[in-house]
């Protein structure tokens, strides 16, 4: 029914049920992990008036498991892409996998989806840090791609000096990137 997807990483298509409810990812490694995305297969919908509630689970340094609202998945909104790099050190929150005994390693955490009413999904409140999607981060992902660019292009230059006559292979100077 879910799939969660760790980038550099084989996509996991098996969660482990834990509850007739509840499904649980491990993530080994999580402290290299930035972002997560969770989504449904398409195979299974939700039953009608349900969706998904995504946690984040990871454990603190007693090793106690710290469980974090990331957001959710519904029929209507199948994919989620969830930023965790910053949670890693955050306060747990409220979730529905208190009274499971779930192991938890130093170097393992879990993504944790739990089936609920709709209704109950829209008065839960996510950690803010955990969302991605926004202007500001469109904004610097322009950027970076811009500067990368200039990276490479520059990385080709040559002097005048070095310059082979070739009439089939225009040159554009690199003041004319740096003005655009």
Same mark, same amino acid.
């Given at each position: 029914?879910?799939?969660?997807?760790?980038?550099?990483?084989?996509?996991?298509?098996?969660?482990? $049920?834990?509850?007739?409810?509840?499904?649980?990812?491990?993530?080994?490694?999580?402290?290299?992990?930035?972002?997560?995305?969770?989504?449904?297969?398409?195979?299974?919908?939700?039953?009608?008036?349900?969706?998904?509630?995504?946690?984040?689970?990871?454990?603190? $340094? +007693?090793?106690?498991?710290?469980? $974090?609202?990331?957001?959710?998945?519904?029929?209507?909104?199948?994919?989620?892409?969830?930023?965790?790099?910053?949670?890693?050190?955050?306060?747990? +929150?409220?979730?529905?996998?208190?009274?499971?005994?779930?192991?938890?390693?130093?170097?393992?955490?879990?993504?944790?989806?739990?089936?609920?009413?709709?209704?109950?999904?829209?008065?839960?409140?996510?950690?803010?840090?955990?969302?991605? +999607?926004?202007?500001? +981060?469109?904004?610097?992902?322009?950027?970076?791609?811009?500067?990368?660019?200039?990276?490479?292009?520059?990385?080709?230059?040559?002097?005048?000096?070095?310059?082979?006559?070739?009439?089939?292979?225009?040159?554009?100077?690199?003041?004319?990137?740096?003005?655009?």
């Amino acid at each position: 029914m879910f799939g969660c997807l760790v980038a550099g990483r084989l996509v996991q298509a098996a969660p482990q $049920q834990v509850a007739e409810d509840k499904f649980v990812f491990d993530l080994p490694d999580y402290e290299n992990i930035n972002h997560v995305v969770v989504f449904m297969l398409g195979t299974i919908p939700f039953p009608e008036g349900m969706g998904g509630s995504v946690y984040f689970c990871y454990p603190d $340094q +007693s090793g106690m498991a710290v469980w $974090q609202l990331l957001g959710f998945v519904t029929n209507e909104k199948p994919s989620a892409i969830f930023k965790i790099s910053g949670l890693k050190s955050g306060k747990g +929150s409220q979730h529905p996998f208190g009274a499971m005994n779930l192991p938890q390693t130093p170097t393992v955490a879990q993504i944790g989806i739990s089936v609920e009413l709709l209704e109950s999904l829209a008065q839960q409140t996510p950690v803010a840090s955990a969302a991605v +999607s926004s202007v500001d +981060s469109f904004t610097e992902f322009t950027q970076k791609m811009l500067d990368n660019f200039y990276n490479f292009a520059s990385s080709f230059a040559v002097t005048q000096a070095q310059m082979t006559p070739n009439p089939s292979e225009a040159f554009i100077p690199a003041s004319v990137v740096l003005k655009w």
